[in-house]
Protein backbone atom coordinates (compact mmCIF):
# COMPACT_ATOMS: atom_id res chain seq x y z
CA UNK A 1 0.00 0.00 0.00
CA UNK A 2 1.93 3.21 -0.95
CA UNK A 3 1.81 6.37 1.14
CA UNK A 4 -1.18 8.28 -0.87
CA UNK A 5 -3.47 5.39 -0.36
CA UNK A 6 -2.58 5.30 3.21
CA UNK A 7 -3.27 8.56 3.21
CA UNK A 8 -6.44 8.89 1.11
CA UNK A 9 -7.82 5.86 3.72
CA UNK A 10 -6.75 7.87 6.65
CA UNK A 11 -8.75 10.71 5.68
CA UNK A 12 -11.58 8.77 4.84
CA UNK A 13 -11.55 7.69 8.52
CA UNK A 14 -11.03 11.03 9.86
CA UNK A 15 -14.55 11.99 7.77
CA UNK A 16 -16.31 8.79 8.98
CA UNK A 17 -15.57 9.88 12.39
CA UNK A 18 -16.37 13.52 12.19
CA UNK A 19 -19.88 12.28 10.59
CA UNK A 20 -20.58 11.14 13.87
CA UNK A 21 -20.03 14.16 16.00
CA UNK A 22 -22.86 15.18 17.92
CA UNK A 23 -22.65 19.06 18.13
CA UNK A 24 -24.41 20.78 21.20
CA UNK A 25 -27.53 22.87 21.17
CA UNK A 26 -27.21 26.74 21.51
CA UNK A 27 -29.09 26.08 24.89
CA UNK A 28 -26.59 23.36 26.00
CA UNK A 29 -23.90 25.64 24.89
CA UNK A 30 -24.82 28.95 26.28
CA UNK A 31 -25.19 26.76 29.62
CA UNK A 32 -21.76 24.84 29.37
CA UNK A 33 -20.05 28.36 28.67
CA UNK A 34 -22.09 30.12 31.92
CA UNK A 35 -20.69 27.00 34.16
CA UNK A 36 -16.75 27.47 32.72
CA UNK A 37 -17.34 31.28 33.16
CA UNK A 38 -18.77 31.04 36.61
CA UNK A 39 -15.86 28.49 37.60
CA UNK A 40 -13.02 30.54 35.54
CA UNK A 41 -14.91 33.43 37.82
CA UNK A 42 -14.11 31.47 41.27
CA UNK A 43 -10.72 30.70 40.74
CA UNK A 44 -9.70 33.96 39.72
CA UNK A 45 -11.19 34.79 42.88
CA UNK A 46 -8.95 32.19 45.08
CA UNK A 47 -6.10 32.68 42.97
CA UNK A 48 -6.26 36.47 44.13
CA UNK A 49 -6.41 36.18 47.52
CA UNK A 50 -3.97 33.86 47.67
CA UNK A 51 -1.66 36.10 45.49
CA UNK A 52 -2.68 39.18 47.95
CA UNK A 53 -2.02 36.80 51.45
CA UNK A 54 1.41 36.16 50.53
CA UNK A 55 2.05 39.32 49.02
CA UNK A 56 1.31 40.77 52.30
CA UNK A 57 3.23 38.44 54.58
CA UNK A 58 6.79 38.82 52.06
CA UNK A 59 6.43 42.39 52.32
CA UNK A 60 5.78 41.76 56.36
CA UNK A 61 8.89 39.32 56.61
CA UNK A 62 11.04 40.45 54.33
CA UNK A 63 10.81 43.97 53.67
CA UNK A 64 9.82 44.67 57.41
CA UNK A 65 6.76 46.94 56.21
Excluded: C, N
Excluded at 27 to 45: F, K, R
Amino acid sequence: MSQVQRAKRYIGHVIDEAKKVVWPTRQQLMEHSIVVIGALLVTLVIVAGIDYVLAYFVKRAILGV
